[in-house]
């Protein structure tokens, strides 16, 4: 017996184990890790595993940023990764007994590494303890099935649907039928998201072909819901190759097909576990305020803080280049920083529901976008907005996209700079994530910017 219960636990339910995929999420959500012998477990639980710190300077391409600080200025060093707890399970999808566990990166003096993003989330809910206050946090997923197929030059194309065997290009909102031709590799999904402890609780299929929409149970617990939703894209993913299918969370990988989302659910717990964004509480709000239909002031405030950082935080709702070809009218991705009650077209929603279950609906973050961080940026809002009491603007009511008013930054590099500016920023994640983010996306734009590409070489070579 070691001195690890859950490590215990976990081999004596699963004594075929022989290999364990060790793992943590990059600042682009992408998995980094070893695969370690069953023997170096009880080592990795005690001493933890040496990861460089510089896998979180990487681009989507896993080259290092080296302006960051974190490559060859330091010497590439190493620093410990321990285990979350309850990450140690199976996977289904691979034979020969592999297990994985998700890890969080740490100084070697123990303390939290600053561009873990798990860590900057750690610090924003500090701040909810100090009131005595509990986030609750569901997450929702959109993605696409895709063919391992490509078109010419690597562009997607639906899979050919189970049953019928064609090919699917129309847009169809919740369709049961698209549902029954997805049933088996959905059906896969749900079966090792409940062998591995994930708390999906439904599937919708959504507008685009071979796009569908699962929810994640709501928790109490931020950091495990954001653990949870890194280890639900893994099956997903893993699944649809099982299926001999690819899965994808790029936002928009269809030019006129609905792009993919990460929608943020939230409420927020007092002491006694009453859920503050239901009480009323009129009498905090200056007698001249408007209510705008929201008799807790709570849930206002929230929504006014939610609406002064969404600006900010564009660089981190959509990380990437892919992220902001979602950004269309009448696409159901807000352009403004806006809210409304029962709206999909806006930012900032709050969704129909009874009293008890009031909560609100964060719907800026492309599905590329890393969970960690995009809670963190929600809860900061709230948290600010409340800590101030913060007003809102008037709800939208009707269609979002004809109203007037600022847009939020529309173009990866204007996000990445204003960002890099944001004192919001630096107060809630911290200055040195701030700086250190900034650097590290706007080496990739750059990298990205340098490269030809066949569509300008189509439209200007013949005649410039």
Known sequence: MSAFPELDHFLEQHPDTRHVDVFLNDLNGVERGKRIERESLERLYSEGMLLPGSMFALDVQGGTIQESGLGFDEGDADRPCKPLPDSLVPVPWQSGGVAQVQVAMYEPDGRAFFA??????????????????????ALEYEFYFIDRERLEGGMPQPPPLPITGRREFRTQINSMTDLNEFSKVLSRIDEVARI???????????????????????????????????????????????????????????????????????????????????????????????HHGIESSALRHAIGGMLRSLADG????????????????????????????????TAVRIPLSDVHNRRIEHRLAGADANPYLVVAWVLAGIHHGIAEALEPSAPIRGNAYRESGERLPLHWASAIERFERSEFAASYLGRPFRDHYAKVKQGELDEFNSHLTSLEMQWYLGAI
């Open 116 to 137: 873990d993003p798990r860590h900057v989330l750690t610090k924003v809910l500090d701040r909810f303890h100090r009131l005595n206050l509990t986030p609750v946090v």
């Open 196 to 290: 591995q402890g994930l708390p999906s609780t439904s599937a919708l299929a959504e507008y685009g072909p071979g796009q569908f929409e699962v929810n994640l149970e709501h928790r109490p617990d931020a950091l495990r819901a954001c653990d949870e939703a890194m280890r639900f894209k893994r099956v997903v993913r893993s699944v649809a190759r099982e299926q001999g299918w690819d899965a994808t969370f790029l936002p928009k990988p269809y030019r006129d097909m609905a792009g993919s989302g990460l929608h943020v659910h939230v409420s927020v717990l007092d002491a006694a576990g009453q859920n503050i964004f239901a009480c009323p509480n009129p009498a905090d709000a200056p007698d001249d305020a408007p």
């Open 314 to 345: 564009m660089a981190i709702c959509a990380p990437g280049p892919n992220s902001y070809r979602r950004f269309r009218p009448e696409a159901y991705v807000p352009i403004i920083p806006c809210w409304s009650i029962n709206n999909r077209g």
